[in-house]
T-cell receptor, first 116, second 114 residues
Framework: AQTVTQSQPEMSVQEAETVTLSCTYD???????LFWYKQPPSRQMILVIR??????QNATENRFSVNFQKAAKSFSLKISDSQLGDTAMYFC?????????????FGKGTRLSVIA | DTGVSQDPRHKITKRGQNVTFRCDPI?????LYWYRQTLGQGPEFLTY????????KSRLLSDRFSAERPKGSFSTLEIQRTEQGDSAMYLC????????????FGSGTRLTVV
């Protein structure tokens, strides 16, 4: 079974600064997708960014980018120019697409606080 | 489409009572998922459907839990004989298979068992 580990329960960053959230995963599969989801306080979870394992190029979405290290099974999220609205729980998630897209497996999350 | 809708948003029930939650997915999505989330934790998979077929149930899912998706549209999650340990946020999500675009989540139903 796949597992996802987020080793930073809480982090904080000053507004306009850059922060990196860590994620590692364990799998024996070769064809999978990785995701970062954001869950603001009392609001629904939304997709931030997705990475396909067969792609070597790291995914980027505006201020959000990932550092995908397949051999190390590491998938970190970098948030540049942090904004107050980035304050949220961030979850890393794994999907095995070689077996019919298995349900997402989530990490325990990192609580990010952006400080003015 | 207004996204994934869940009803009710909040439910308080007495221990031993039965509760039922509803989820309306994005209409074009053929897969529907139920997750449970406790405070400060990541979502934990419960079960999922492709159209009306229930494809998988978590081994952690008690027999007191049952889910349906008649006609492949909305889904219901029922918990019988609720226990205090059932208190959690119940999240519903939908996706379009085989696309791996990720899930669209609803706002969740917060259950409190007293």
């Amino acid at each position: 079974a796949q597992t996802v580990t987020q080793s930073q329960p809480e982090m904080s960053v000053q507004e306009a600064e850059t922060v990196t959230l860590s994620c590692t995963y364990d799998t024996s599969e070769n064809n999978y997708y990785l995701f970062w989801y954001k869950q603001p306080p009392s609001r629904q979870m939304i997709l931030v960014i997705r990475q396909e394992a067969y792609k070597q190029q790291n995914a980027t979405e505006n201020r959000f980018s990932v550092n995908f290290q397949k051999a190390a099974k590491s998938f970190s999220l970098k948030i540049s120019d942090s904004q107050l609205g980035d304050t949220a729980m961030y979850f890393c998630a794994f999907m095995d697409v070689g077996s019919g897209n298995t349900p997402l497996v989530f990490g325990k999350g990192t609580r990010l606080s952006v400080i003015a | 489409d207004t996204g994934v809708s869940q009803d009710p948003r909040h439910k308080i029930t007495k221990r031993g009572q039965n509760v039922t939650f509803r989820c309306d997915p994005i209409s074009e999505h053929n897969r529907l998922y139920w997750y449970r989330q406790t405070l400060g934790q990541g979502p934990e998979f419960l079960t999922y459907f492709q159209n009306e077929a229930q494809l998988e149930k978590s081994r952690l899912l008690s027999d007191r839990f049952s889910a349906e998706r008649p006609k492949g549209s909305f889904s219901t999650l029922e918990i019988q004989r609720t226990e205090q340990g059932d208190s959690a946020m119940y999240l519903c999500a939908s996706s379009l298979y085989p696309s791996g675009d990720g899930y669209t989540f609803g706002s969740g139903t917060r259950l409190t068992v007293v």
